[in-house]
């Protein structure tokens, strides 16, 4: 029983290191925070992506839509790393990485 515990801490201290993002400046972005604060943080990013996509659907049709933007950085310790980083009405939602 101890090890399954000490295996679960190991993962979920894991998982909370990658929900976040350093920026340029040495500041941490987090979920939550706005657009304007990753852009402060982290600079331009190499390129940028936005849709519209439903917000709030219900049943077979929606009753919000918005714009969601996608912006890519590069890793400033691990050049093959490409951070993607989802924005909904201004605020970062999701983080995902990849080589």
Same mark, same amino acid.
């Given at each position: 029983?101890?090890?399954?515990?000490?295996?679960?801490?190991?993962? !979920?201290?894991?998982?909370?290191?990658?929900?976040?993002?350093?920026? *340029?400046?040495?500041?941490?972005?987090?979920? +939550?925070? =706005?657009?304007?604060?990753?852009?402060?943080?982290?600079?331009?990013? !190499?390129?940028?992506?936005?849709?519209?996509?439903?917000?709030?659907? *219900?049943?077979?049709?929606?009753?919000?839509? +918005?714009? =969601?933007?996608?912006?890519?950085?590069?890793?400033?310790?691990?050049?093959?790393?490409?951070?993607?980083?989802?924005?909904?009405?201004?605020?970062?939602?999701?983080?995902?990485?990849?080589?």
């Amino acid at each position: 029983m101890k090890w399954i515990i000490i295996i679960l801490a190991v993962t !979920l201290s894991l998982n909370v290191n990658a929900s976040r993002f350093k920026g *340029k400046d040495g500041n941490y972005i987090v979920r +939550g925070d =706005t657009a304007t604060k990753l852009f402060l943080a982290a600079g331009e990013p !190499l390129r940028k992506r936005s849709e519209r996509v439903c917000l709030d659907k *219900k049943r077979d049709y929606c009753k919000r839509w +918005g714009r =969601t933007e996608y912006w890519y950085y590069q890793d400033r310790e691990e050049s093959s790393v490409i951070w993607t980083i989802k924005i909904v009405d201004d605020k970062v939602v999701e983080f995902s990485w990849s080589r």
